[in-house]
């Protein structure tokens, strides 16, 4: 029997790095489910970003345009209603979109309103949830501070956590993100002291294990129609900390030695400067803070490997490891006190690199099973194969998906044109940065256009930063003001000013469509430029003769 792609599983971690696996290199942290994966598919070792923060960056990967294009540049940004989802491509090609998890989507409320869209209805909630059918939403950020909650839903797991007995009115933190401490009072898990500590939830009540059983559930109902399920996990971003056992399953030991140099310090670009003044920088390049933080990170990702054992268990007991495209991904990484910073939000590797793992059962893939792929692939170039797996043509939807299919990587057919240069923005007008450089929010907005070798950062108003990958691996050097490399620079800002002369907003008519619709004014009536009738045909004016 022919093996064939029927369903497309899109896993996504949330701030996970890309060598924080074991089939990257991890000396320490085992990894063997998604190794596994791995031996099954294809690992991408390139895979960039379009943004390196997290409601930015999804959007990309589910609209399949750059920041720049779909324009919601940061968390809490709203997402226009007329942007073309992944719903919207896979739903007519005969494939369910479901959610379960996280999406970071902030709804255009306004634009809704505006165009009298009800969001209780499925055009609404589809429209509200990047084209996704919510079998489960949560973004798993669910503080709550003086002005009230950040997220103004009270999530399906805060119930769960309730009629499991932990009580309060959020559980989330007071038992999955919290610890006991001393004299009978929380240690929060937003105080990265704590991490340590075993958090007050069962480890199978925890998100993680949450999550998976709520995917499990979707594939247990769902009838014998083709789907598409972005399992999206919150972990293992903040806050730090991890159920028992996973909160002390590493230690200091086995965290992997610093990435970091006194020269990038000594005169740093003035956006690079403020950026590691921020709280989180200046807390991450203390190493009581690494050595308290890691091993968690570390425990983290090990609970999702275990918890992709139990979910790909699952999928070959129900048969559908024979039939489903697999992706393991993450939205952006984690400095963890590299580079001086912590968090994401610049371009170097740890932050705007990716693990990008595919494994697709059709026959076509197995020559390319257990391979690594070095090409430079976006985020955006998962929902063209998404569209081609499930049937249609991503070369015709061009005019809208600015990234490219993968299905030829994946068969092991090299395409005959791929990109030479990986592309990522990033608008730092929330931050206080731009505050301390005193730039508008319209001017606080970085570039990122790197090849094999280099990397170029055009940052408005500022000079560039410029690194040798070949021979500065490290990121540590910047060479924006070397006069020795002006060539390099010239070259990779002609790159990126060519990236931004692009047909990024002529969404409504494909190539084919343009081509197919050239001089058909004529046949419509319009003859522009006519001096005698004799110039054209006698048809075309039979109408204007009165005949």
Request: glycine share 8%.
């Amino acid at each position: 029997m022919t093996r064939r792609v029927k369903n497309i599983l899109f896993i996504m971690c949330d701030q996970l790095r890309f060598d924080y696996l074991s089939c990257a290199g991890h000396p320490t942290l085992k990894t063997p489910n998604i190794d596994a994966l791995a031996a099954r598919g294809v690992r991408f070792t390139n895979a960039f970003v379009q943004s390196p923060v997290c409601g930015s960056s999804r959007m990309s990967f589910y609209t399949g345009r750059y920041v720049q294009s779909h324009g919601a540049a940061w968390n809490g940004f709203p997402l226009k209603v007329g942007e073309t989802t992944m719903g919207d491509y896979l739903r007519p090609l005969g494939m369910q979109t479901v959610l379960v998890g996280k999406t970071h989507m902030k709804a255009d409320a306004e634009g809704m309103e505006r165009l009298g869209i009800d969001p209780e209805s499925i055009i609404g909630v589809r429209v509200s949830e990047c084209g996704f059918d919510p079998y489960e939403r949560d973004d798993g950020l669910h503080g709550i501070g003086p002005d009230g909650r950040y997220d103004p839903k009270v999530p399906r797991y805060n119930q769960y956590l309730n009629e499991k007995g932990y009580g309060g009115d959020n559980p989330w933190h007071d038992y999955a993100n919290a610890a006991q401490g001393e004299n009978n009072e929380l240690a929060s898990g937003w105080a990265m002291r704590h991490a340590s500590k075993p958090a007050r939830v069962a480890e199978e009540d925890s998100e993680t294990p949450y999550m998976t059983r709520r995917a499990m559930d979707f594939m247990r109902e769902v009838d014998d129609k083709p789907w598409c399920l972005h399992l999206s996990y919150i972990k293992p971003h903040w806050p730090y900390i991890a159920p028992a056992p996973y909160n002390d399953m590493y230690g200091a030991a086995d965290v992997i030695p610093v990435v970091r140099s006194e020269e990038e310090r000594a005169d740093p670009h003035p956006v690079y400067r403020e950026f590691m003044a921020h709280r989180v920088g200046q807390a991450f390049a203390r190493d009581e803070v690494r050595e308290e933080v890691v091993p968690v990170y570390m425990g983290l990702i090990k609970q999702i490997d275990d918890q992709m054992g139990v979910l790909f268990a699952f999928m070959r007991e129900k048969g559908l490891l024979d039939n489903t495209l697999i992706v393991f991904t993450s939205d952006h990484g984690d400095y963890l006190g590299d580079h001086w910073l912590g968090e994401k939000d610049l371009f170097h590797e740890p932050s705007v690199k990716v693990p990008m793992i595919i494994c697709d059962p059709s026959a076509e893939a197995d020559g390319t099973r257990g391979s690594v792929c070095d090409a430079l692939v976006e985020s955006i170039d998962l929902l063209p194969t998404f569209v081609d797996v499930a049937g249609g043509d991503a070369a015709d939807l061009s005019h809208r998906l600015e990234g490219r299919s993968l299905t030829q990587w994946l068969h092991g057919q090299a395409p005959e044109q791929w990109r030479r240069y990986a592309i990522s923005e990033y608008d730092y007008s929330m931050l206080p940065a731009s505050g301390k450089l005193g730039v508008a929010p319209n001017d606080a907005r970085l570039f990122m256009v790197r090849d094999q070798r280099w990397k170029y950062v055009h940052a408005v108003g500022y000079r560039p930063m410029l690194y040798d990958l070949a021979n500065d691996p490290n990121e540590f050097r910047d060479l924006g003001a070397d006069a020795a490399h002006e060539s390099e620079r010239q070259r990779l800002a002609a790159a990126l000013a060519q990236w931004g002369l692009r047909q990024s907003q002529r969404t409504t008519r494909s190539e084919k469509q343009i081509l197919g619709m050239r001089g058909k004014s004529l046949r419509k009536g319009i003859l522009i430029g006519v001096w005698d009738e004799s110039d054209l045909p006698d048809e075309l004016w039979s109408r204007y003769r009165g005949e």
